[in-house]
């Protein structure tokens, strides 16, 4: 079955419809860093790296091939396109440019993921998002089904809670009830932060283990699975921290974060180290139970934790693992960037995606969906 995905990203999604038996000719992505991320592991399909809204003729992109399904996670909320526009109301946001795809090729089937807080979204006069989404593509064609999902229920080592939506064409069977994965990893049985990423070195702050082999035998089957076919580990840098940041992080405990710490290891100003700044963010540098799965990991999770045991942040192979991502899915660009820099880092492709091995469970699922029918 051939697949479009738009919004590509680094290409989390399209890696799962992959490993599903998926062929993707054609993925639309805007981010230079994150299309080359995608292009290099995924030799196959051709990349767009393009604003989708400059994309005038779209069924000519593929020279009139059949086109099964289109998936993607189009920014749904605040990215109005012009004027003064409500930015909430999804018919004014790059929403609609997914929907334009889907009704130039006509597939089959849609998958889109976005946010779960897009459910409860309003617009300014108070209409839900969702029901204005559900309304574009029953003019489109298609009956929708709305489902949240935990990744950690489908194999993924961390707690992650995203909306999907799944359209199908109006002229298929439509069966709601079928259209979404079992849940194969129940609570008690998720694969762990220990779990998954503990076989990888134990490189402190400022240290890399870019281009060697595995030291150590893995030593259960999710670790096997993300190091199958792979020899030489990659992306796993440790960032540079201060001294006076590494004793801040070996006070915070399982559970802490920098919130937690005694005033004396505090942040200081900028400028004066004799002074605390009294900013204190709950949510960085916080230290993950490892016998549990990662909390979230976000676009910018190189701050948001700590390593379980290390006193240093993430890198970003420990962020893939986390994510699901097999040890031979390598990252392109820089691994971190300045706010002034346009280009997504290695950790922002990274917490961007969309878990594969919760792409592969739902792709498994319309597979089977559609040999059913």
């Not at 802490?256 to 005694?262: I, L, T, W």
């Not at 005033?263 to 960085?284: D, F, L, T």
Request: hydrophobic share 35%; net charge positive; proline share 5%.
């Amino acid at each position: 079955m051939n697949i479009i995905d738009l919004f590509a990203g680094c290409g989390g999604l399209s890696l799962g419809f992959e490993m599903a038996g998926f062929n993707i000719p054609l993925a639309v992505e805007k981010d230079e860093w994150a299309s080359e991320t995608y292009k290099y592991n995924h030799k196959n399909t051709t990349v767009l790296t393009e604003d989708i809204t400059k994309i005038k003729d779209q069924k000519k992109l593929l020279d009139n091939m059949e086109i099964d399904g289109i998936i993607g996670g189009p920014p749904c909320q605040g990215f109005s396109l012009s004027g003064n526009r409500d930015p909430k109301d999804p018919r004014n946001s790059l929403f609609m440019e997914f929907v334009r795809f889907v009704k130039a090729y006509n597939p089959r089937f849609f998958v889109m993921e976005n946010v779960s807080g897009i459910l409860s979204m309003k617009t300014k006069n108070g209409e839900l998002v969702k029901d204005l989404i559900i309304d574009e593509y029953d003019k489109a064609g298609y009956n929708l089904t709305i489902k949240i999902l935990n990744a950690a229920e489908y194999g993924v080592p961390q707690s992650r809670i995203r909306v999907f939506f799944i359209g199908i064409r109006k002229d298929l069977k439509f069966d709601e009830e079928k259209l979404f994965p079992k849940i194969t990893h129940p609570e008690g049985k998720q694969i762990t932060i220990d779990q998954a990423i503990m076989d990888l070195p134990q490189i402190n702050a400022g240290e890399s283990y870019d281009g060697k082999e595995y030291p150590s035998e893995a030593t259960n089957s999710y670790q096997k699975w993300a190091r199958k076919n792979n020899e030489i580990i990659q992306n796993h840098t440790a960032m540079r921290h201060t001294k006076r940041l590494i004793e801040r992080f070996e006070q915070i405990k399982f559970g802490e974060s920098v919130a937690d710490v005694a005033k004396e290891y505090q942040q200081r100003q900028r400028g004066n180290a004799e002074k605390i700044s009294g900013k204190v963010y709950s949510q960085n540098n916080m230290r993950p139970y490892p016998n549990k799965p990662s909390p979230t990991i976000p676009a910018s999770f190189q701050s948001n934790f700590i390593h379980p045991y290390l006193n240093r942040n993430y890198t970003a192979r420990e962020g893939a693992r986390l994510q699901s991502f097999p040890d031979s899915y390598f990252f392109c660009g820089k691994r971190t960037t300045m706010s002034w820099e346009k280009n997504l880092s290695q950790y922002q492709q990274i917490g961007n995606a969309v878990p594969p091995l919760l792409a592969k469970a739902i792709a498994e699922n319309m597979k089977k969906y559609f040999d059913n029918i």
